[in-house]
C-alpha cells in the first residue's frame, strides 16, 4: 500500500506570494492533518480535515486555510507569505478523526525569499 | 503552547547500549501517545505508540512505558545501532489535536 505522498518536494517563493501544498493519503484514510515544522518551533498543528470538513485547527493566521476533496486528498493555501513561513510543510494521514494513529509524508520544503 | 516537554535534547550513546527517552504532558485527559522517528530529509515515521489503558507496549528492541498518575512516557531502545540515529519525536492527543514534544536527537557512536 502506498504511502502518504505529498507535491511539490521543495519551493522556492518569494514574500508576498502565495503557495499551494498537495497531499495525497494512504488509500482508505479519510483524515488529513496539516503541520509545520521548524527548527525554533517544532512540530505545530496547522489544521485537521476529515470528510471534507475541517475539524480542528491550530493556531496560525488566517492567511493559512486548507480543503479536502472527496477523495480525501487535501491542499493547504499559504498566502502572502512571509520570510517566516519558511519551513517544512507534513501532511499526516489517518483512518479516522480523533486520536488515531497518523501517517506522515515526506513533507514540502518552502523556503520563502 | 507546548503541552508535551520532552528530555534530553541530545542523547549520546555507544552502539549496544539502551536509550531512553522521557515526555511529560500536561493534560491527563489524553489518551494516546505515539513516537516518531525522523532521518535527515524525511517525515517523521510512526515506530510505537501507547493508549492509555495500558502501560508497556514492546516491539522487539523498542518498547514504551506509560504512568498516567504521574503524566509521563518514555521510549525505551535497547542493543542500540548506528542506523537507530535519527530525531526522536514523543506526541500525546490533547484538546483535539496532538501536540509534540521538541525531539531528541540520538546519536549512536559505533
Known amino acids: 500500500k502506498a504511502g502518504v505522498t505529498q507535491t511539490p518536494r521543495y519551493l522556492i517563493k518569494t514574500r508576498g506570494q502565495q503557495v499551494t501544498l498537495s497531499c495525497s493519503p494512504i488509500?482508505?484514510?479519510?483524515?488529513v492533518s496539516w503541520y509545520q515544522q521548524t527548527p525554533g518551533q517544532g512540530l505545530q498543528f496547522l489544521f485537521e480535515y476529515f470528510s471534507e470538513t475541517q475539524r480542528n485547527k491550530g493556531n496560525f493566521p488566517g492567511r493559512f486555510s486548507g480543503r479536502q476533496f472527496s477523495n480525501s486528498r487535501s491542499e493547504m493555501n499559504v498566502s502572502t507569505l512571509e520570510l517566516g513561513d519558511s519551513a517544512l510543510y507534513l501532511c499526516a494521514s489517518s483512518r479516522g478523526q480523533g486520536g488515531e494513529t497518523q501517517y506522515f509524508g515526506p513533507g514540502t520544503r518552502l523556503l520563502v525569499l | 503552547g507546548e503541552n508535551v516537554e520532552q528530555h534530553p535534547s541530545t542523547l549520546s550513546v555507544q552502539e549496544g547500549d539502551s536509550a531512553v527517552i522521557k515526555c511529560t504532558y500536561s493534560?491527563?485527559?489524553?489518551?494516546?501517545f505515539p513516537w516518531y522517528k525522523q532521518e535527515l530529509g524525511k517525515g517523521p515515521q510512526l515506530i510505537i505508540d501507547?493508549?492509555?489503558?495500558?502501560g508497556e507496549k514492546k516491539d522487539q528492541r523498542i518498547a514504551v512505558t506509560l504512568n498516567k498518575t504521574a503524566k509521563h512516557f518514555s521510549l525505551h531502545i535497547t542493543e542500540t545501532q548506528p542506523e537507530d540515529s535519527a530525531v526522536y519525536f514523543c506526541a500525546a492527543w490533547l484538546n483535539n489535536d496532538m501536540r509534540f514534544g521538541a525531539g531528541t536527537r540520538l546519536t549512536v557512536k559505533p
Open positions: 488509500s482508505g484514510h479519510r483524515s
Open positions: 493534560d491527563s485527559a489524553s489518551n494516546y
Open positions: 501507547i493508549r492509555s489503558n495500558v
